[in-house]
């Protein structure tokens, strides 16, 4: 008997944008970048952007316009380009405001074990994106799966972002593609934040820039479904994780890279 066709994987998918909102301007004129370079690819785009880095290593470091201001940008984008976005909130009570807005809700890695945000973010009907501790194994993730699934909402992603390693290092392990995918949910590969040395300069967060496309890769080889990244035209000016952000300019060789990656597999 012949054998049976293979289903074809779905594409593979890019999560991007800056790390945190900075102007409607730039905002949107990243965004419309990102569509193109997307679109020439048809590599399917979920335009990223944090209203609130609530997690910033120093008390004076830029957070972003807030939760109200950082909505309408956000919204301005999704309007504008037709674009899915994504934005990550801290506090339950931030949840109900953002799904009016948002498409895809984004719980830290800080707080995947916070059942209360979990439980708000799942009850909202909205895909809920959930990053992996980095004190986390993959098998624990099942435990935040569950608590959404258990509102209803079985629409949930798993990112991976590197576990903790030392002081101020992370590590990824790409067993942990494959383990979190047998949970029977998508994975995404957060590519920037992998490379990322947390509190590496103090009052700041350091990282390597140069890693992302080798963790990218492996981990499309392993069977991640989507990459994470933060983009930006100039890291060195951006606010917040400039070390660890891609440059637009890069960003086509990258992703056909991946893509000979991903039909290779």
Not at 6 to 16: G, N, Q, S, V
Not at 54 to 70: Q, T
Not at 150 to 161: D, F, M, Q
Request: charged letters at 25%; glycine letters at 10%.
């Amino acid at each position: 008997m012949p054998a049976a066709a293979k289903t074809p994987d779905p594409p593979l998918f890019l999560i991007a944008g800056p790390c945190v909102l900075e102007t409607r301007a730039h905002a949107l004129g990243l965004a419309r970048k990102l569509r193109k370079i997307c679109r020439e690819l048809e590599v399917p785009l979920v335009f990223k952007a944090s209203f609130d880095k609530a997690n910033r290593s120093s008390v004076f470091s830029y957070r972003g316009p807030g939760l109200e201001a950082g909505l309408e940008i956000l919204r301005a984008v999704r309007e504008s380009t037709g674009l899915p976005v994504l934005s990550d909130v801290h506090e339950t009570w931030q949840v109900e405001r953002a799904a009016e807005v948002l498409d895809i809700i984004q719980i830290p890695a800080f707080l995947c074990r916070q059942t209360d945000l979990l439980l708000a973010a799942g009850r909202t009907g909205r895909a809920v994106n959930v990053k992996k501790g980095q004190f986390m194994s993959p098998a624990e993730m099942g435990n935040a799966i569950e608590k959404i699934f258990s509102t209803g909402n079985a629409c949930v992603l798993l990112t991976e972002r590197g576990t903790s390693f030392g002081y101020n290092n992370l590590v990824v392990d790409m067993r942990a593609i494959p383990a979190m995918k047998a949970l029977g949910v998508p994975v995404v590969i957060d590519a920037s934040h992998s490379v990322q040395r947390p509190g590496g300069e103090g009052t700041a967060s350091g990282g390597d820039r140069s890693s992302i496309p080798v963790i990218a890769r492996a981990a499309v080889a392993a069977g991640a479904d989507g990459v994470f990244l933060e983009v930006h035209e100039d890291p060195g000016r951006a606010p917040s994780d400039k070390h660890n952000t891609l440059k637009i300019k890069e960003l086509p060789g990258f992703l056909e890279s991946l893509l000979r990656i991903r039909q290779a597999g």
